[in-house]
């Protein structure tokens, strides 16, 4: 089973989604009703999963699942707090941020008017826009569904900029084109906003409104929009990063009938796991659309790259077996929602957390599940945490050396937590590879990518634009470094200095980490390496690779490495050397305390 996953792309970064909660406080709606009992593999399968996931839980994943076989709900559990202030727990009746799964909703919208001969999927924007400038003029409602428009998202307007439809409109048709209508996919929410301005000037109603009369009321799903829903604030998540709460978009700015623009019909709907099955079950059922328009819902239109397409609102791609997988996620750094469908078995798989930005599990969870119940995969290993007093961790801090210029790893306590985070590129490798490369490799990717980072700090772009292959364009280069800078540099004080921490090799890539130590802290970038093509750069990120590793004591002297979730855990030892001096064992190799 695939799952669609945020990842950054060059130069490219999905626009922030946000959640929306209510004013009103009714009782939690019933669980959809279960048609059968679940048979001896779903049991086991149920079981598994109930075991993997308070294991994430004791790690900080905090969320619900949701698993589904036809009719019948085989596992809806939450897990940890939706809001850690009141101590109120996760549940499937939890409302929470779909983030993009919102576009699923403006296709089907699409698809409904068109059914009602209102629109074509097929007709030109200038049907609906006045001054279309002239090499946008071409482009297809189909093309705004499939994110083969052309079109960007403006850098300078945010969710919550409250932007007129008709400047909104206007600035991101003035962005320039990506590449030719129709020539290519470029992900960007534009595309759904100008489709959401459509659904509102066809049906006179607001985006929300037409949602929830046309498919919300007639399938039950009376917990999913922005606004209308009566949540109550005690059903509703809040959203966490560092250990803070960031809350809820009730203390942000919406417009009086939802978000404004760069937000609306593209992401920030609203739902639980309960609503997310009754859509899902109402798909399947023939439900919402005529069989003629689900076939366009869920055909493979677009080319993601890769083995994945794009249909409207949708990501298609196939489990191992072969079997038919309808996907998508979304969310904002903070919330995360997930969701597939598997049109042949009626698999629902649904899941959503309101802590990625502290625990990014979530990131491959669905697909763990999926397979699980579906292919009978085990889950991923993960050792029983054991409690370890405060004291006792603090006597691991301090400086472990590797033998000649290995470098060597730094143990230090943040809190309550010890963390490792390793110096040189060979501990560098130990620490954080999933898997060997070829000898030599990581190191000349650490030479690239240092003379791609000094090239770009003195404004020469030449390394990063031979990087890419000569396909993204010096000027796009630039501004987008431009945009990086500054946004570490609004959020971090000016950048003093920058260095090249080293290169591993994780799943499917190899993966470079810059650092910028700022005014207020330091700010860590991953280069994405092409693990096939070497010295082919794929993009960059800034949520990418994370290289200080939290340590959980599995046993009195011995503890995992956890990053969220992302890469599986690797086993620490400590031990007395014959001097008796404490040592770090890693793997087959033996760092001594300095």
């Known amino acids: 089973m695939i799952s669609r996953h945020i990842i950054a792309v060059p130069l490219a970064f999905l626009s922030i989604s946000f959640m929306t909660a209510a004013p009103a406080r009714p009782q939690a709606p019933q669980a959809p009703k279960a048609a059968a009992l679940a048979s001896e593999s779903d049991a086991a399968a149920i079981a598994e999963t109930r075991t993997y996931l308070r294991r994430l839980e004791k790690l900080g994943f905090a969320g619900v699942v949701l698993v589904a076989k036809g009719e019948t709900p085989l596992f809806a559990e939450g897990f940890g707090l939706a809001d850690r202030e009141r101590g109120l727990s996760w549940s499937p009746a939890t409302a929470s941020n779909l983030g993009s799964i919102t576009k699923q909703f403006t296709g089907a919208a699409i698809l409904a008017l068109e059914e009602e001969k209102k629109l074509s999927v097929s007709d030109p924007i200038t049907r609906y826009f006045d001054g279309v400038p002239a090499d946008k003029a071409g482009i297809t409602l189909h093309e705004l569904l499939t994110h083969s428009s052309g079109l960007s998202d403006p850098g300078d307007i945010g969710d919550y900029d409250a932007v007129p439809l008709p400047e909104y409109v206007r600035r991101v048709l003035a962005e320039p084109l990506r590449f030719q209508p129709g020539r290519g996919y470029e992900y ?16 006179g109603v607001s985006y929300e409104r037409f949602l929830r009369e046309r498919f919300f009321l007639p399938t039950g799903m009376h917990e ?6 009566l949540w109550g604030d005690d059903r509703t998540a809040q959203g966490y990063i560092d250990g803070k709460r960031w809350g809820t978009v009730i203390e942000r700015s919406m417009a009086a009938d939802g978000p404004h623009w760069a937000l609306r019909a593209n992401g920030g709907i609203q739902s639980t796991a309960y609503d997310m099955l009754r859509w899902a079950r109402a798909l399947l059922a023939g439900r919402v659309l005529s069989p003629a328009s689900m076939k366009k819902l869920w055909a493979p239109h677009v080319s993601e790259g890769g083995d994945t397409f794009y249909a409207y609102g949708w990501s298609i791609a196939k489990a191992p077996d072969g079997t038919k997988v309808v996907t998508h996620n979304g969310g904002n750094g903070i919330f995360f ?8 078995t009626g698999h629902v798989v649904f899941l959503m957390t309101n ?3 502290e625990n990014r599990s979530a990131n491959s969870l669905l697909e763990q599940v999926g397979m699980r119940f579906l292919a009978g995969k085990p889950y991923p290993s993960i050792p029983e945490i054991v409690d370890m007093a405060e004291a006792a961790l603090a006597a691991f801090a301090g400086t472990y050396r590797l033998p000649g210029d290995g470098g060597g790893y730094v143990l230090k306590m943040d809190g309550q937590a010890l963390f490792i985070e390793a110096q040189g590129q060979k501990a560098f490798d130990l620490l954080n590879s999933v898997r060997a490369a070829e000898p030599g490799r990581l190191e000349k990717l650490r030479r690239l990518t240092g003379q791609i980072l000094a090239g770009n700090m003195k404004g020469d772009f030449t390394p990063l634009f031979k990087a890419y292959g000569g396909e993204v364009p010096i000027e796009r280069l630039k501004a987008g470094w431009a945009e990086s800078i500054q946004m570490i540099e609004q959020n971090n004080g000016k950048i ?39 010295g082919r750069l794929l993009g960059r990120s800034v949520r990418g690779l994370n290289v200080r590793l939290r340590l959980h004591p599995s046993g009195e002297r011995e503890f995992f490495t956890w990053d969220g979730g992302i890469r599986p855990p690797k086993t620490v ?9 404490l040592s770090l064992r890693l793997g087959d190799t033996i760092a001594v305390a300095r």
């Open 496 to 534: 003093l200095s920058h260095e090249v921490l080293g290169a591993a090799r994780t799943q499917d890539r190899d993966e470079c980490v810059l650092r910028f130590a700022c005014e207020k802290g330091h700010v860590d970038m991953t280069y994405v390496w092409d693990i096939e093509k070497e």
């Open 355 to 357: 802590v990625i930005a």
């Open 188 to 203: 960007a929410n534009a595309n759904f906003s100008l489709l959401g301005a459509i659904v509102e000037k066809l049906s």
């Open 573 to 581: 030892r400590f031990e007395d050397d014959p001097s008796g001096r």
């Open 337 to 344: 929602a997930d969701l597939a469908i598997m049109p042949d």
């Open 224 to 229: 999913t929009g922005y606004q209308l829903p």
